[in-house]
């Protein structure tokens, strides 16, 4: 689909399909069986969702920035990220009745540090129980990073736990996507949809 600007592709010759990149703050959808979406992860979350019978599905990549006490604030960048990938799976024609979840992600990259990617499980956990969705599988938390590749239109996830030398590009890549979000004004042009 071409309307998600910033999505690398690339052609996979492991697994002979295009590789769609997402990056922190991005989401892709497609019904395409020639395309993987693919992500890397620590404290973030992707939340790997597909309509299991019509075979659209979609992954987002997003964290919550460490905040003061303001959690609505804070909570609107994952609300963002899970609206806008259901919303578009439903608008290919996905039933939410159908919905297949799977999360990953919210590693501990830090020690002594604020645990972000808790915060990160505690709010998907959260919205998904609010919305009635169960998830069907999950790697979660740990004191490392992930390399996830999910195949939308059969629902098979490849999850590879990445050693500790990845680390520190996943950590520079997550603090500037951090930085970011705590930059954008609060209002913003985010649109909740319900």
């Excluded at 990938?85 to 999360?103: A, T």
């Excluded at 979660?140 to 999910?150: D, I, T």
């Amino acid at each position: 689909m071409s309307n998600y600007p910033g999505i690398h592709k690339h052609w996979d010759g492991l697994h002979n399909v295009y590789a769609m990149r997402v990056l922190p703050g991005q989401y892709y959808v497609t019904q395409s069986d020639s395309e993987m979406i693919s992500t890397v992860l620590g404290s973030c979350i992707a939340a790997c969702i597909r309509d299991t019978r019509l075979n659209i599905g979609g992954l987002n990549h997003f964290m919550l920035p460490e905040s003061g006490g303001d959690d609505s604030a804070a909570t609107r960048y994952g609300l963002y990220a899970m609206e806008h990938l259901i919303n578009d799976i439903l608008k290919l024609g996905g039933r939410r009745e159908n919905l297949e979840v799977k999360v990953f992600g919210g590693g501990k990259m830090l020690r002594g540090m604020t645990d972000i990617g808790n915060k990160n499980i505690v709010f998907v956990r959260q919205f998904l129980a609010t919305e009635g969705l169960n998830i069907a599988a999950e790697d979660l938390g740990g004191e490392f990073s992930r390399k996830v590749n999910y195949f939308p239109t059969t629902g098979r996830v490849l999850v590879k736990r990445l050693r500790s030398m990845h680390a520190s590009t996943i950590q520079a890549e997550e603090q500037a996507y951090s930085k970011t979000l705590k930059e954008q004004p609060s209002g913003g042009d985010i649109e909740l949809f319900t």
